[in-house]
């Protein structure tokens, strides 16, 4: 009777265990992958990825740029991902400051634009594909609120637009930090933050994440939305009233990458994953969202997409972006982080 | 005979009873119960403490985080936020629930079963789902946001709809209980007095519900307060504590000044537990005296006018959530108002797909069972356990303390203590059984006083007397403790299974890819700007806690008739 | 001394500050059947739980049968119990009940099922084995409790408070089905109780507790005629007490005159407590002036009590009032009414003498 009980006990405390251990335990290499890459576009990611390597599970963690960023590096003493496969490059470039990161050369790097790999060698990270900022407009909601369509940032700052705009905070979003480090290049460090003050004026509010200023103004939820130009067309491909605008004065972007974490348990999926993603088939399969890819020679014009994207692309420093990172936070937060409080 | 004896002398060490096996094997269980409440509460919640004032490499800074906090004018205008939207939602929920309550319990007005059960839906959904709901209700394409007058739905106005709906139920229920037990000896001496009715509802009515009116003010306060879900969907750029502490440790990952947030948000949260612990103790004074129940009578004017104001709340109620269940079957508001399910496909979308919506069901399934089987016996074994009276009294302390610590601070606390390199129960981050120690401890307090509250109805005698028998307590607690406290364990079971359904604030911390939960999608959805698929999720959740609630409803009245023989006897 | 079956010797408990029993020592006999009376809080209930372990002393020894038993646990007594409150588990039968502490001892079905029906047989429950408890009477539901006590053939059974739910008829039906009964099984018993009338019909011997100590054991008799201290005169019965001071050996003084007594007990010039029960004071013919003990006093009122009369009497020149107990026919022959004079007189024989307590 007594032993009997003993075992009800340790049944349940197993149990407990248990479900947690079961969970992680599995036949096949599982990899936990951190992903900021959008959200539908996962499944086919591992889907087309397990075409070819059909042993590894891929488990994502998927969250906007600045939280995985964040988690990546809160997670530092106790690292949980063994590779990064799509992720922003100035956040790699903290993380390899940090060293955080493996530094591996995938097999087929030399096909890579020189722009999409890490200087050093063989280099920590390899980029993917890059992502670019765009404005998002809803014309239906221009057109009821009579708002001439923006051409360029400046124009976002005319009072006319008061309200009307949605933007990002780049704090938890990789599209908002490269919004805001574009600025700071192209306007000069005083000229970005005098730009970003009255563009403040014109905000209704930030988000959290960078896709969602576009969502909203597919929904008409705001007529303007600081956003990328994926998400611009997609939302335009599934049928809102959108029109996506590259700023004349250019677009910041980045770029998503890819990168093994130092001291990974599974050295050896996460090299084939890093080799993988580099390949001509990644890089197409990259394409079918992004206009502008690693292997750009594979490129082909993607719908929706404006087709003056690589032109407009500014000469983006990443290496001050991610130095600076820091700072130009920390100030932006300090300016803006507070809408609520009594305006003046 | 006795005077030849050594005086007993006081200083003598006290005898010591020899413990027989039974004591042993009971004391082995309390101390095993009592580890856990330490593994899960207090260990978490020490080393989240200690964080706040660490720096981030683990150097200790002392209170060089508060002044830090203090100095950032946003984080500190947070906390007048937060009080601004704790007060205002609980002068209005209280307000609205006591006319409820009122006509509840002092009305003859017809279908009051039903409006009750409208009443207490808030309850089954998340506290995000409002919030979506006034989106689509108030929001810029609002469909009658007109209503609004050109104010603005996100921000401080939002919010507090969103929590007042959300407070609703739990204000109800108490005022309800503090109404219901007045007796009616007290009206009919004030009416043989000939006091107006005016008189009588300042005179008596009120005096007599003061303590449930504190109360319900203070439990209002404390989740609007230390709600999430509504803020971080409708707050728009309206920043309160519990946001911040999503902003700092989601969004920058700035554990120190989460914590340092947390502690921030502990206080109103444990100041309100505390005042309200103080004024249950009064309220139950009260009950016991109760006397002749009060039966109401008909008033033709009075009646209706309480029905009426029953159908506008329920409207309320049932408005949000028909708003919910419409803009997740909409097409592409509000371009495209065609009916369909394509908002459904949740695989398409943040959080996780339509795993999240089976691992929410798992993990509450989980969390029903053995948070039922830990809870029970723990309030067991401090209400019928002998020995280790300290360590008892301990327990007792940690079980009451959850419901002073908001979700969003044990999850942070969880994130700390389990994934402490050093800690060997570091295995369990980002599993499953971690979501549900957390949703287990988070929801700990209520289940542990259901489950106190019906073994104090048990005879205090039955465990002597199984002594005297020389039969094992397990043997007692099995054929007669629990078949006597199944209504409760069952109740239990079922608060756990919706709570775990709904809860977004501990669980927000702590899930891993393979663990993505409902409640949490419905969160990322919103914040990734898929509004409709997050109210489609939403719903989804409010038909599965509804429908587990009705099944709980129809095993209660099963369970009543099978055992109706028996359980009069706890009439006399 | 050796024949004692529950030998206590000083027992002591103490809940932090407070001491719930002092030096507490006595013996009981096999077979015995023994009351503890006190008023509520004289610590009566924590000697009968030390007794069964439920309450462990804080100091002192038991003895049961020989065996040393002071800090065993309850399950390593041999005890029934029954409560006040019957604690009858709700969800089994009558007949479970009753068998619950005989099914786990390896005893063969047929032989619990057997001993149940004898024992409800014994309680005058035969009928009743397959209904809830909640289906029975208060009282039918106490004797299912002491079936259930009687069950395992315990050596001792505790009775704590076991009449004190039930209505006045009910109670003193059980009181004598009880008595009977132990009687019957010779079972030692121990009864709790704060009711005088159950403690002296039922008891062979009584404890009288106050404040956590014995005031006084002894039989029934004994302990209403000869009460032991002023607490236990004062707790069974009705007593008058009459304030004294002692002028010689058997002779005390008062504003209202001298009270002859015979108990030497006293020294002279101490302050003292008389004590007189209202049945002996002895109604005089008030024209009598034979007698010199007679007192005189005014009928303050009078109280029909069935078998006899109790009057209040305000003599002359006292602080305070009598209570007499007479039989109706004395009433009619001296014409006792209220208003009216009376005379009467203590009879120094029945008179119990105290010193004054400080």
Request: charged share 20%; glycine share 8%.
């Amino acid at each position: 009777m007594k032993k009997s009980f003993y075992r009800g006990g340790s049944v349940i405390a197993g149990a407990l265990l248990a479900m947690g251990i079961a969970t992680g335990a599995s036949a096949a290499t599982d990899l936990m992958v951190y992903t900021a890459v959008e959200a539908e576009d996962l499944k086919k990611y591992a889907a087309r990825f397990n075409e070819d390597h059909p042993d590894i599970n891929i488990n994502w963690v998927r969250d906007s740029t600045g939280i995985v960023t964040a988690k990546l590096l809160a997670e530092k003493a106790n690292p949980r991902a063994d590779i990064v496969w799509g992720l922003a490059a100035t956040s790699l470039l903290l993380m390899k400051g940090e060293g955080m990161l493996e530094p591996y050369a995938p097999a087929g790097l030399d096909a890579l634009d020189p722009k999409f790999r890490d200087k050093s060698s063989p280099p920590a990270w390899t980029g993917m594909d890059a992502w670019v900022a765009a404005i998002c407009v809803n014309t239906v909601e221009a057109d009821k609120n009579s708002l001439p369509m923006p051409s360029s940032w400046q124009d976002l700052t005319k009072p006319v637009y008061k309200g009307h705009i949605a933007m990002p905070n780049p704090n938890s979003s990789g599209t908002g930090f490269l919004d805001v480090s574009s600025w700071l290049q192209l306007f000069g460090e005083e000229g970005g933050w005098a730009f970003m003050d009255k563009l403040h004026q014109n905000i209704g509010h930030y988000t959290h994440s960078g896709s969602k200023p576009c969502k909203q103004a597919a929904r008409g939820e705001v007529a303007i939305g600081v956003s990328f130009a994926f998400r611009g067309a997609k939302s335009k491909a599934s049928g809102a009233p959108l029109e996506v605008i590259i700023p004349s004065e250019g677009i910041g972007w980045d770029m998503e990458a890819t990168a093994i974490i130092k001291g990974t348990k599974n050295l050896d999926a996460a090299k084939t994953l890093a080799d993988w993603s580099v390949s001509e088939k990644a890089n197409k399969m990259y394409n079918e969202g992004y206009a502008v890819i690693g292997i750009q020679s594979l490129a082909k014009p993607v719908e929706h997409f404006p087709d003056n994207i690589p032109e407009s692309m500014i000469d983006n420093d990443f290496e001050w972006a991610a130095s600076n990172r820091k700072r130009i936070l920390a100030e932006w937060q300090k300016r803006y982080d507070s809408k609520s409080e009594p305006k003046s | 005979m006795a005077a030849t004896e050594v005086q007993v002398s006081d200083k003598a060490s006290p005898l010591k009873a020899k413990s027989s096996s039974d004591d042993k094997l009971m004391r082995l269980f309390i101390l095993v119960i009592g580890a856990y409440l330490v593994v899960a509460l207090a260990m978490p919640l020490y080393v989240m403490l200690s964080k706040s004032v660490l720096n981030s490499d683990g150097g200790f800074v002392g209170l060089l985080n508060y002044f830090a906090y203090f100095k950032t004018p946003s984080l500190v205008y947070s906390i007048k936020n937060s009080l601004f939207v704790g007060l205002v939602t609980t002068v209005i929920t209280v307000s609205i629930a006591f006319v409820l309550a009122y006509g509840f319990t002092r009305s003859r007005m017809p279908g009051k079963p039903i409006f009750k059960t409208i009443a207490m839906i808030p309850i089954l959904v998340p506290s995000l789902l409002p919030g979506i709901a006034l989106i689509y209700l108030f929001g810029r394409q609002g469909i009658i946001n007109w209503a609004l007058f050109g104010h603005e739905i996100y921000g401080p106005i939002g919010i507090i709809i969103s929590e007042v709906f959300f407070t609703l139920p739990h204000a109800l229920i108490i005022i309800i209980t503090a109404l219901s037990i007045a007796d009616a000896r007290l009206y009919e001496a004030a009416t043989a007095l000939r006091a107006s009715s005016t008189r009588i509802f300042f005179t008596v009515t009120l005096p007599g519900v003061r303590y449930g009116l504190i109360s319900a003010g203070f439990v209002v306060f404390t989740l609007a307060v230390t709600d999430f879900g509504a803020p971080k969907v409708i707050g728009g750029d309206f920043n309160v504590l519990a946001t911040d502490i999503y902003k700092q440790v989601i969004g920058q990952q700035n554990f120190e000044m989460g914590a340092v947030v947390s502690v921030v948000l502990l206080i109103p949260a444990a100041l309100a537990f505390f005042v309200d612990r103080l004024v249950q103790k009064k309220q139950v004074a009260l009950l016991s005296s109760r006397a002749v129940a009060l039966e109401p009578k008909p008033s033709r004017r009075f009646d209706n006018g309480m029905l009426a104001y029953a159908l506008v709340v329920s409207f309320f109620i049932l408005g949000i959530l028909g708003m919910c269940q419409f803009a997740a079957l909409f097409k592409f508001f509000p371009y495209n108002l065609s009916l369909g399910l394509s908002n459904y496909q949740f695989d398409l979308m943040d959080g996780g797909g339509w795993d999240s919506y089976f691992n929410s069901i798992e993990m509450a399934s989980y969390t029903a069972v053995f948070g039922t089987i830990i809870v029970f016996y723990g309030a067991y074994l401090v209400e019928k356990g002998k020995g280790l009276g300290v360590i008892r009294g301990a327990f007792q302390f940690l079980a009451m303390l959850p419901m002073a610590v908001p979700g969003l601070v044990l999850g942070l606390a969880y994130i700390f203590f389990f994934n402490m390199p050093t800690n060997p129960l570091n295995v369990l981050y980002h599993t499953m059984a971690i979501l549900v120690i957390s949703t287990i401890t988070h929801f700990y307090t209520v289940s542990h006083l259901t489950a106190t509250t019906a073994l104090k109805q048990m005879d205090a005698q039955f465990e002597s007397v199984a002594a005297s028998l020389k039969q094992p307590f397990y043997r007692t607690f099995v054929r007669v403790t629990v078949p006597v406290c199944t209504p409760a364990i069952l109740d239990i079971s079922i608060y756990l299974f919706v709570n775990a359904m709904t809860t977004v604030s501990a669980v927000v911390f702590l899930y891993s890819p393979h663990t993505t939960l409902a409640s949490v999608a419905v969160l990322n959805m919103d914040d990734a700007g898929d509004i409709a698929p997050a109210a489609a999720m939403g719903m989804m959740i409010f038909y599965t806690a509804a429908g587990v609630k009705i099944l709980h409803y129809f095993l209660s009245r099963g369970i009543e008739a099978k055992t109706q023989a028996w359980r009069r006897s706890s009439d006399n | 001394m050796t024949d004692a079956f529950l030998r206590i010797e000083n027992l002591a408990k103490n809940f932090g500050n407070f001491t719930a029993l002092r030096n507490i020592s006595l013996s009981v006999l096999e077979g015995e059947f023994v009351c503890f009376l006190g008023p509520s809080g004289c610590g009566k209930t924590t000697l009968l739980r030390a007794i069964a372990g439920l309450d462990i002393q804080t100091q002192g020894r038991i003895e049961q049968a020989g065996i040393d038993i002071s800090i065993l646990p309850p399950a390593e007594r041999d005890f029934g119990i029954v409560f006040q409150s019957y604690a009858l588990f709700p969800n089994l039968t009558v007949e479970k009940n009753v068998a619950y502490g005989l099914e786990s001892r390896r005893a063969a079905r047929s032989e619990v099922i057997g001993r149940v029906k004898e024992l409800l047989a014994l309680v005058d429950l035969a009928d009743q084995g397959k209904k809830y408890p909640s289906q029975l009477s208060g009282g039918q539901q106490q004797r299912v409790a002491l079936a259930r006590a009687l069950a395992t053939s315990p050596g001792l059974l505790l009775l704590d408070e076991p009449l004190s739910a039930l209505d006045a008829k009910v109670r003193t039906h059980l009181r004598q089905e009880i008595k009977h009964l132990q009687r019957r099984l010779a079972v030692t018993t121990i009864m709790v109780t704060h009711d005088q009338e159950e403690a002296l019909t039922m008891a062979d011997r009584i404890v009288v507790m106050n404040h956590g100590s014995i005031e006084q054991i002894g039989s029934p008799e004994d302990i209403y005629a000869a009460p032991a201290s002023e607490f236990v005169a004062q707790f069974i019965g009705t007593m008058n007490f009459i304030n004294v001071v002692v002028e010689s050996a058997n002779q005390g003084k008062h504003p209202g005159g001298f009270v002859k007594f015979s108990p030497d007990n006293l020294r002279q010039g101490e302050s003292a407590r008389l004590a007189i029960r209202p049945e002996d004071v002895e109604i005089l013919n008030k024209k009598d002036e034979q007698n010199t003990d007679q007192v005189l006093g005014k009928v303050v009122s009078t109280e029909y009590l069935g078998a006899f009369l109790r009057v209040t009497i305000a003599p002359e020149g006292w602080e305070s009032t009598l209570l007499a107990d007479i039989s109706t026919d004395i009433a009619v022959r001296f014409v006792i009414e209220a208003g009216g004079d009376v005379g009467f007189r203590l009879p120094p024989e029945k008179i119990l003498a105290y010193q004054e307590n400080k």
